[in-house]
């Protein structure tokens, strides 16, 4: 699936980009499993970002996990966070990031405590230079 979906985000973006290798997605991660059905891929400048979420769809109430996949200029670290601009709030958790290397990151701790419409805001820095990707999603 993410092979599939980066051949299709590479077209728009500026470099060729890999979101998957060998080593098999979740097991890069050091955890075993398969990719969730779901991915969400963006493309915003020279940036490509695809991310799943675990579990998924989004539950209310309950942890998550983000597997990442960013291509595009090196990364040198990736913010993850989430707000509801409709009532001015964020998380009551911040999100821990690690970088796994190769373009792959894992954010957890993510924990969307109320329905209605979140952001997820992913800040992408490199080179000095920050770059602020949003997506909206919609928890019943």
Same mark, same amino acid.
């Given at each position: 699936?993410?092979?599939?979906? #980066?051949?299709?985000? $590479? ?5 060729? #980009? ?52 960013? #291509? ?9 966070? $989430? ?58």
């Amino acid at each position: 699936m993410w092979l599939m979906l #980066c051949a299709q985000a $590479a077209i728009a973006a500026p470099e060729p #980009c890999v979101l998957d290798d060998a080593a098999g997605g979740a097991q890069a991660a050091g955890r075993v499993g398969t990719w969730p059905a779901s991915v969400t891929v963006m493309v915003e400048g020279r940036w490509t970002l695809a991310w799943a979420t675990r579990p998924s769809p989004l539950p209310v109430g309950r942890h998550v996990e983000l597997d990442l996949r960013i #291509c595009g200029a090196p990364v040198d670290s990736l913010r993850v966070d $989430a707000d509801m601009p409709a009532h001015r709030h964020g998380m009551n958790y911040a999100a821990q990031v690690k970088a796994l290397g190769g373009g792959r990151f894992l954010a957890q701790g993510l924990l969307f405590h109320m329905p209605g419409t979140w952001r997820l805001i992913f800040d992408i820095e490199s080179e000095g230079r920050v770059q602020r990707l949003t997506y909206s999603v919609d928890l019943p």
